[in-house]
C-alpha cells in the first residue's frame, strides 16, 4: 500500500522547523535544481543510490510518539516534483497531523491544488536568488520559468494561508544588494525566514574552501529585513 513513498532520511525530533512545535522531518529524493551550497548532495544527485525507509516503519513511529510529535515537516531534494506527495500528506493528515512542506516553489500548479485540498498546513519557499530568469540560473544551474514561483507569491500574498518565505543566504551565490532586491520584493508577505547555511553533503565541494557568513553579518541582514517585512526569523 506504501511501496510507493520514498522517504531517504528522517530527522525524527526537531524543535528547529517549525517554532512552538515538536516535529519529524521527512526527505524525499530528487530536485530539478543544483543549487551549490545544498546540502542534500545524495538526494538531489543519486536520490535512485539512497535505500528507502520502510514508510510502514515511519508511521509506527510517528503513532508511537503522538504525544511529542505536532507535525511532520516534508523536505528534499524538492518534495513537489515527487509522485508520491500527495499520497503521503493524505495519510499524514489521516493519521492527524500538521504537515508543512519545504519548497522551491517552482510546481506551483500541485502546491496550489494541496493548498486549497488542506493537505498542507504550512508552506516555506525558499527563494534563492533576486526573482528572475538571469539570477536564478546563476544560482540554481537549471532554467527557471519564473511565471509558476511569481504565481504562487501571489496567491499567498492575498490568501488567508499559513505561509513563510526564506532565503539561504551564502557568499558564494547571494550579495547584499541580491539580500536586498529580494527583501524589496517581498512587501506584504507574512513571515520571512533567514535560514543559515548548514555545512554537510554540499553540491559543490569547493564551497567549503568559502567561509559561510558569519553571525554577525546574518544579524545585519536580519535588520535590515526587519525594517521592510512583517516578521523575521533567524534559523
Known sequence: MYENIKVKKVIEHSLKEWETKGTTILFLGGCNMRCPYCNQKSLVLNSNSVPDIPYESIRDFLMGNRKWIDGVVI??????????????????????????????????????????????????????APINE??????????????????????????????????????????????EDIVDSLTGIKKFVIRKIEIGDLLDDNLRNIEPYSDEYINMLYLKAKRSLKECVVR
Not at 514561483?149 to 544588494?177: A, D, G, Q, R, W
Open 75 to 128: 523536505s528534499g531534494g524538492e518534495p513537489s516534483i515527487n509522485p508520491s506527495l500527495t499520497f503521503l500528506l493524505q495519510d499524514l493528515k489521516r493519521m492527524g497531523f500538521l504537515t508543512k512542506v519545504l519548497t522551491n516553489g517552482t510546481n506551483e500548479p500541485l502546491l496550489r491544488k494541496l493548498i486549497i485540498s488542506k493537505l498542507i498546513d504550512l508552506i516555506s519557499i525558499d527563494i534563492k
Open 134 to 179: 538571469i539570477k536564478y540560473k546563476e544560482v540554481s544551474k537549471v532554467n527557471i520559468d519564473m511565471r509558476n514561483l511569481k504565481n504562487l507569491l501571489t496567491f499567498l500574498k492575498t490568501s488567508s494561508f499559513n505561509y513563510e518565505i526564506s532565503v539561504t543566504p551564502h557568499p558564494s551565490t547571494m550579495t547584499e544588494e541580491d539580500f
